[in-house]
């Protein structure tokens, strides 16, 4: 690359936020950092090749240090302690509904990986008769039969994510990150999808920039996964705190309005 050279980073696709290259030499407050990580595929500059073989590059604008960091913490402190408090009353009438409508607990804990490849619990409302650990899953389809009537509105408006507001004080997840899929999902898509270990550079999020372009729902195949997985790392590649802020706006439009989930 010629000295003085600005390098473009490929971020292809119609991601909503940008298109074609992604111009390192934009991106504000000297927030791009290239991240090395074994077994990720690689991202490299447009028009080079990158050698190695354990360790691959990948980048990502959303920084580690600095202000960035704190201040997305501070927004999920601050956002999950008063949804929390706010959101109380609402969800203890989830709580007793959930008893009156089924037998079983109110909530269920799974299994699924976080920041760094790191195992975490994840905790939700019960939505279904049966809970699975997350190892072994099938993914809920139209009219499923281990759905709840209290679940299956719940489902559709999200309302089953809001005990991760828990999560988020844990520091766990994030209020705005790639959502986190079950084990079992990563075992079958980390393979064929490609890109997809690069969703765990971050927090997981309750909500994400996939979820309100529309991914919500089963992902039956690997291409609907790829959709979701494109959308997640156009969010890391582009991130700021408006882009959060954004993200958190729309999830409240897509809870009244979305009916994808089920």
Same mark, same amino acid.
């Given at each position: 690359? &010629?000295?003085?050279?600005? +390098?473009?980073?490929?971020?292809? @696709?119609?991601?909503?936020?940008?298109? %074609?290259?992604?111009? &390192? %030499?934009?991106?504000? %407050? %000297?927030?791009?950092?290239?991240? =090395?990580?074994?077994?990720? +595929?690689?991202? *490299?500059?447009?028009?080079? #090749?990158? &050698?190695?073989?354990?360790?691959?590059?990948?980048?990502?604008?959303?920084?580690? /240090?600095?202000?960035?960091? #704190?201040?997305?913490?501070?927004?999920?402190?601050?956002?999950?302690? #008063?949804?929390?408090?706010?959101?109380?009353?609402?969800?203890?009438?989830?709580?007793?509904?959930?008893?009156?409508?089924?037998?079983?607990?109110?909530?269920? /804990?799974?299994?699924?990986?976080?920041?760094? $490849?790191? +195992?975490?619990?994840?905790?939700? =409302?019960?939505t279904m008769t049966c809970c699975e650990n997350g190892a072994v899953v099938r993914q809920a389809r139209r009219d499923d039969p281990r759905v709840t009537r209290i679940g299956r509105i719940l489902r559709r408006t999200s309302l089953d994510e809001l005990p991760q507001l828990v999560n988020v004080l844990l520091g766990s997840m994030?209020?705005?990150?790639?959502?986190? !899929?079950?084990?079992? !999902?990563?075992?079958?898509?980390? @393979?064929?999808?490609?890109?997809?270990?690069?969703? !765990? &550079?971050?927090?997981?999020?309750?909500?994400?920039? *996939?979820?309100?372009?529309?991914?919500?729902?089963?992902? +039956? $195949? *690997?291409? *609907?996964?790829?959709?979701?997985?494109?959308?997640?790392?156009?969010?890391?590649? !582009?991130?700021?705190?408006?882009?959060?802020?954004?993200?958190?706006?729309?999830?409240? /439009?897509?809870?009244?309005?979305?009916?994808?989930?089920?």
């Amino acid at each position: 690359m &010629a000295r003085g050279a600005r +390098p473009q980073f490929r971020a292809g @696709g119609d991601d909503g936020i940008g298109r %074609g290259g992604l111009d &390192a %030499g934009g991106l504000s %407050g %000297g927030s791009l950092a290239l991240l =090395f990580a074994p077994g990720l +595929p690689t991202l *490299a500059p447009a028009g080079e #090749a990158v &050698a190695g073989t354990a360790a691959r590059a990948f980048v990502t604008s959303m920084p580690r /240090r600095g202000m960035g960091p #704190a201040l997305k913490r501070a927004l999920d402190i601050a956002g999950a302690t #008063a949804g929390l408090l706010l959101l109380l009353p609402l969800l203890l009438a989830i709580a007793v509904l959930i008893k009156w409508d089924s037998p079983g607990p109110v909530l269920f /804990r799974q299994s699924r990986i976080g920041l760094g $490849n790191r +195992p975490f619990r994840v905790w939700k =409302f019960r939505t279904m008769t049966c809970c699975e650990n997350g190892a072994v899953v099938r993914q809920a389809r139209r009219d499923d039969p281990r759905v709840t009537r209290i679940g299956r509105i719940l489902r559709r408006t999200s309302l089953d994510e809001l005990p991760q507001l828990v999560n988020v004080l844990l520091g766990s997840m994030s209020l705005v990150g790639p959502r986190p !899929h079950a084990v079992a !999902h990563d075992a079958q898509f980390s @393979g064929v999808v490609a890109r997809y270990a690069e969703r !765990h &550079a971050v927090r997981p999020g309750i909500t994400g920039w *996939a979820q309100v372009r529309g991914c919500r729902g089963e992902t +039956p $195949n *690997a291409a *609907a996964m790829q959709r979701r997985v494109d959308l997640d790392l156009a969010y890391i590649a !582009h991130w700021s705190l408006l882009l959060d802020l954004v993200i958190l706006a729309l999830t409240l /439009r897509e809870v009244f309005r979305s009916q994808a989930a089920y």
